[in-house]
């Protein structure tokens, strides 16, 4: 990635700056009055807040009546994001280097194929997936959504490390072949090694994409026990008799929270993604 | 150990690189497969440490036949021509590696790791990782990775080929050096003549996936079998002249020049002759004077090259001790000593 530029004498960044900061601002400004408005009241048709307040945040330690406590929403969330990293990390790991190494019959064909399904919209799945899971007994269940967003999901992972396994040289595996390493182990401690920053970047993807995530679990795990924020966050809006802007901005607030502490200390993982294989 | 490949053929689905190979590696030889890109010498390589299966013929370490045994169970040391060391390893780790996938105790692993970089110098240099060490340091550690479970065989696919001219130099003679004091048994896979002819006990030259002669780097330099190995081995290379055999004797395409055949006086005439002649037999000292024009002059410090074009076009080559008389453009008259001439018959076999 580019180094921080210098500042050039002959170029001044500020017009540039004022240029940036003027066409953010309606972002910026949209953002802060997500975070004032849950922590002020403001008089109605005013954009001035005219008294400090926690009552928008009381969700945090009160649980409404019919809802799911916040903080068991907040574990189902991680379970669910976590569980999908796990999975498209372990498979696509795995399955990435075996369509880049080994010899598979119809090498083309399947991965012709994952590429269809990684096209393949989800949503117009949702109806045979609902009724799948219904007959094997994983409906509204986390193992369930997990393991189905996960597929939905696998596609580009294979792509994805198929492709920086094909940057690790050949002769690493052969000279730990003659060294008197199983393939697994070469797999494992001499190639794995080699595609970290991948591994990293689409554990991290996966992790976002998981977080965010609201069709599938709204469709396919609705029950109070087994929701994650996405659909809590849906289901303030839809409650129709408690309407509360206020705590809707709290709890949206409270849900990218974690996204962006990832994005603060991983976004140089993240970037990888986009970048290729081993560099020495 | 010895080597043995007894009818060894490789090929790659129609493709045949290698067709009934016999190759023979008596035990603390080291053996140069030499020959152009190509020509099946890596492959012969990957077949004996077990990388590519033969697809007929066997492969006998001493008495063991391990055609059919994987890689992990033969016991060879590669080292490869990037020297594929572990990227995220440290030095220690990769020389340790063979010995850790054995589940060796640490502590032997560590002490036999000392004794080996000790052996090729690069005891100081155990911490760091591949990325920090020079080409010479990095092709070090991959000898030493290769060596330190005292393998049957030591395999070298063109080991100096990345390496800068000095550092070649000096590990040209490193690599001798440990091959002789553990006396393992080696074959060098290499396309540069002089690595082949400086390190080796014996040389097997390939061409399109056949041995064409095995012999001393001195035999084969002075007593080519064919055409393509006297082209082969010698740096500046030996010069080729066309003609036919009449009367006993060689004559040029243009019939300008003649050279007696000496033993080979009964070959019959008007049959096509190739003569090759070696720069150091061309010169001011010779028997048989021949004219030509300087097309090509350069100084090496100790001796100088010259190309002389002669009359019918052909070029002969001469290294000369260092002069200043002749230039560019001169037409010269210089002598070749018939002796010394290979004569090769129209199919490039030596007569």
């Not at chain 1, 965010?212 to 994650?228: D, K, R």
């Not at chain 2, 290698?18 to 023979?24: G, N, S």
């Not at chain 2, 001469?318 to 129209?346: H, M, T, Y």
Request: hydrophobic content about 45%.
């Amino acid at each position: 990635m580019a180094d921080k530029t210098e500042t050039s004498v002959n170029f001044s960044s500020v017009p540039v700056m004022l240029l940036l900061t003027l066409v953010s601002l309606p972002l910026v400004l949209m953002y802060a009055y997500l975070f004032i408005d849950t922590i002020t009241n403001s008089e109605a048709g005013s954009l001035i807040p005219n008294e400090l307040t926690l009552e928008h945040w009381r969700f945090l330690w009160e649980t409404r009546p019919g809802k799911a406590s916040i903080w068991l929403v907040t574990l189902n969330t991680f379970i669910f994001a976590g569980g999908i990293t796990a999975v498209i990390l372990i498979v696509s790991s795995m399955a990435g280097y075996v369509l880049s190494r080994l010899n598979v019959p119809a090498r083309g064909l399947l991965l012709a194929g994952v590429m269809v399904l990684h096209a393949f919209p989800s949503v117009t799945l949702i109806i045979s997936i609902f009724i799948v899971l219904q007959y094997v007994g994983l409906y509204n269940s986390l193992i369930g959504v997990i393991l189905v967003k996960a597929a939905i999901d696998m596609p580009l992972g294979i792509w994805l490390m198929k492709g920086f396994y094909d940057t690790v040289p050949w002769e690493i595996e052969m000279a730990g072949l003659v060294d008197g390493a199983s393939r697994f182990t070469v797999w494992r401690r001499l190639v794995l090694p080699q595609i970290k920053p991948a591994i990293m970047a689409l554990g991290l993807f996966s992790f976002l994409t998981g977080w965010s995530e609201f069709i599938l679990p709204q469709v396919l795990a609705p029950g109070s026990q087994v929701q994650v924020l996405s659909v809590y966050l849906a289901s303030l809006i839809a409650d129709d008799n408690n309407f509360d802007f206020a705590t809707f901005k709290a709890v949206g607030v409270f849900y990218v929270v974690p996204v962006l502490i990832l994005y603060v200390f991983f976004q140089k993982h993240l970037m990888n993604i986009y970048g290729g294989g081993t560099k020495g | 150990m010895r080597i043995l490949l007894d009818k060894f053929s490789k090929s790659f689905g129609n493709t045949k690189v290698i067709e009934a190979m016999d190759l023979e590696v008596g035990s603390g030889e080291m053996l140069a497969l030499l020959g152009p890109s190509g020509c099946g010498k890596s492959t012969t390589l990957f077949a004996i440490c077990g990388i590519h299966r033969p697809t007929s013929g066997r492969i006998l370490f001493g008495e063991r036949d391990v055609t059919s045994l994987p890689s992990q169970e033969r016991n060879v040391g590669v080292v490869f021509q990037s020297y594929a060391l572990y990227p995220h390893m440290t030095v220690e780790e990769n020389i340790g590696f063979p010995l850790t996938v054995r589940r060796l105790p640490a502590g032997d692993i560590k002490k036999r790791v000392a004794d080996i970089s000790a052996l090729v110098h690069i005891d100081k240099l155990l911490g760091r990782r591949p990325a920090q060490l020079s080409g010479g340091q990095q092709q070090r550690v991959a000898l030493a990775r290769a060596l330190i479970r005292r393998p049957d065989v030591l395999l070298l696919d063109e080991p100096l080929a990345n390496l800068d001219a000095k550092l070649r130099l000096e590990m040209r003679s490193e690599i001798r050096r440990l091959q002789k004091e553990t006396g393992i048994t080696a074959i060098l896979v290499t396309h540069d003549q002089v690595e082949a002819m400086s390190m080796c006990d014996r040389i097997a030259i390939m061409k399109e996936g056949e041995i064409v002669q095995i012999a001393t780097p001195s035999e084969m330099y002075n007593d080519p079998r064919t055409a393509f190995v006297a082209g082969f081995l010698g740096n500046p290379p030996i010069s080729f002249l066309k003609g036919k055999a009449l009367g006993g004797a060689f004559v040029s395409g243009d019939g300008n020049f003649r050279l007696p055949l000496g033993s080979l006086r009964n070959v019959g005439d008007g049959r096509a002759l190739t003569i090759g002649i070696r720069p150091e037999h061309f010169g001011p000292s010779g028997d048989l004077a021949i004219e030509g024009k300087v097309a090509f002059a350069e100084t090496q410090g100790r001796e100088n090259l010259y190309d002389v074009v002669l009359a019918d076009g052909s070029v002969l080559r001469s290294i000369q001790p260092v002069r200043d008389d002749v230039k560019l453009g001169d037409c010269v008259r210089w002598n070749l000593s018939s002796e010394a001439a290979f004569v090769f018959a129209e199919d490039g076999r030596r007569l």
